[in-house]
């Protein structure tokens, strides 16, 4: 007996879709049936990702976001819909980092992983589920009743790691953010989750892998080894799934057992 997910007539929005993660998420919903549309500053990666998945024969849009940015939030939110309806899934992927001890955290450093991270992973989520909300209220029109929303946390934020105290912090709030909107929204059909990932080899880190540093690291990893971004792909069908409507606040550690 085989079993497949199938996202046809679903509308996915993908923010921080222009690489890594973001890129592979983008492909694996449309891959599954959904419309994707790709959110990022780096519109011309974008496009080029577009082309590859309607290449693929999927479906995908582009808007420019900024998450930094309220008004670029709401904009982007408000053009996707008016181009392709509404927004049934949202990937709140967009996340930064910077390296350093606490004590040479500065202010702007502080600032940059936080606005990013924590403020603009909760108001673009604010956004969409407030559209989500509305629809199911009654007050706006949709044929899909309820949402999938699935932040993209980090093992980080429930171990944490050595010189990212920040961006652990970050990713710890990620996790409360997504309980408390489970907790708010789920009565609603508004299914919030989200995903831990481990250390994934992506193009931000994949020259890391193989420095002194690098391989002392996955040394340290249970199965002494890094994950590639497609590790992910049956985490965010399930929580993306029609039939996933009984998972709800869940917290999934991706991370090779790095956690345990």
């Known amino acids: 007996m085989s079993y497949s997910i199938d996202l046809s007539g679903r509308v996915a929005l993908v923010t921080g879709a222009s690489s890594g993660l973001g890129a592979q998420f983008a492909r694996t919903l449309a891959q599954a049936g959904a419309c994707v549309v790709l959110a990022g500053r780096r519109t ?71 606005d990013t991270n924590v403020r603009g992973a909760f108001f673009v989520a604010q956004e969409v589920g407030k559209r989500m909300l509305a629809r199911a209220q009654g007050s706006a029109p949709g044929t899909f009743i309820g949402g999938r929303i699935v932040n993209i946390a980090s093992m980080a934020g429930l171990r944490v790691l050595s010189q990212i105290g920040v961006y652990s912090m970050s990713k710890a709030a990620v996790i409360h953010m997504t309980r408390a909107m489970a907790l708010e929204w789920g009565k609603y059909g508004i299914n919030v989750n989200a995903i831990c990932p481990g250390y994934i080899d992506t193009e931000i880190n994949h020259h890391h892998w193989g420095t002194e540093q690098g391989k002392k690291l996955v040394e340290l990893l249970p199965r002494k080894r890094v994950g590639q971004p497609q590790d992910l792909d049956t985490s965010l069908l399930m929580l993306c799934a029609n039939e996933s409507h009984f998972i709800n606040g869940a917290i999934i550690q991706a991370d090779d057992g790095f956690g345990v």
């Open 44 to 114: 011309e990666r974008l496009k080029t990702l577009r082309s590859e998945i309607e290449g693929a024969g999927g479906d995908a849009h582009v808007v420019t976001l900024d998450v930094t940015d309220l008004d670029s939030i709401k904009s982007a939110v408000a053009h996707a819909e008016t181009e392709v309806g509404t927004l049934d899934i949202l990937i709140n992927n967009s996340g930064v980092s910077t390296t350093q001890r606490l004590t040479e955290v500065s202010p702007d450093d502080y600032d940059f992983v936080m």
